[in-house]
């Protein structure tokens, strides 16, 4: 089996505060691997090490084979990334900002205008190309901003909370293209969500961190079949969550995180 992402003890202090707590995992090339957790549990930490924007502070990654720290460079050149935080601009139509990442990515102008044809239709947004973003709505934007981070395809994509603040048809929608990604381009996917029904329905693989470490990981029948609910029925996935989860009941977030939170929420719509 080959591997698109490796890490190593991978840790992570602010000061005398552990955020990621020696982490080795494995994510296999073409597989969606979702990670669960709590807020503060070292997710998003964990991500941005992973995506170069923070770097170690001991243990190792590899992604495709490049360093995330010796490598950098090379590792963005392979990765996508799609945070939480809205990254399309209203102010620009669906085709300019396509325009825009890919000249940051440095796609050849010869082949722009075919590659962002070809990521529109892949998301169904070839007739709202032409629209202000600020105009779409909130299962458009995200789409949008999937195709950004897939324009110079990359064999891994990373996505923060794919369909937070989403209604059920929305998230439906961005379910069924990130299948598709996976099925008709053999990208591999790292991605974090609170909703179990989602890590469910896309996940071939799941861990969950609790405090900074992964207390556990396999596939979804594995997760399960590790815990059995008050009558011995088989276990459910928001079973096992909160089986490894059990002595965090109550959330860290700040009034900062909240905040953040609920302003994606209504950026979203």
């Known amino acids: 089996m080959s591997f698109i992402l490796t890490t190593q003890a991978l840790t992570r202090r602010f000061g005398d505060i552990v955020a990621v707590d020696r982490v080795s995992v494995s994510v296999a090339a073409g597989e969606v691997f979702g990670l669960l957790g709590r807020n503060a549990a070292g997710k998003s930490t964990l991500i941005k090490m992973l995506t170069t924007l923070l770097p170690p502070t001991s243990g190792q990654a590899a992604v495709a084979g490049f360093d995330i720290v010796?490598?950098?460079?090379?590792?963005?050149?392979?990765?996508?990334y799609v945070p939480q935080a809205l990254s399309a601009d209203g102010e620009l139509t669906g085709y300019e900002n396509l325009d825009v990442f890919a000249r940051l990515y440095d796609i050849p102008r010869a082949e722009r205008k075919a590659r962002i044809a070809e990521a529109l239709a892949f998301m169904d947004l070839s007739q709202a190309a032409g629209r202000l973003v600020s105009t779409y709505s909130g299962g458009m934007i995200r789409r949008l901003e999937i195709a950004q981070a897939m324009l110079h395809r990359p064999p891994l994509l990373f996505l923060d909370e794919p369909t937070v603040g989403l209604d059920p048809v929305a998230r439906a929608a961005v379910w069924s293209h990130i299948a598709r990604l996976r099925a008709e381009y053999g990208t591999s996917?790292?991605?974090?969500?609170?909703?179990?029904?989602?890590?469910?329905?896309?996940c071939t693989r799941l861990a969950i961190m609790q405090r900074g470490a992964i207390v556990v990981a396999g596939a979804v029948d594995e997760l399960r079949a590790s815990v059995r609910s008050g009558d011995n029925a088989a276990a459910t996935l928001d079973d096992v969550f909160a089986h490894y989860t059990q002595d965090q009941r109550e959330s860290k977030d700040t009034y900062g995180d909240t905040a953040d939170t609920r302003r994606t929420l209504e950026r979203r719509g």
């Open 189 to 202: 996917i790292f991605l974090t969500t609170h909703y179990m029904d989602e890590a469910e329905r896309l």
């Open 70 to 80: 010796r490598e950098a460079a090379r590792v963005r050149r392979v990765i996508g």
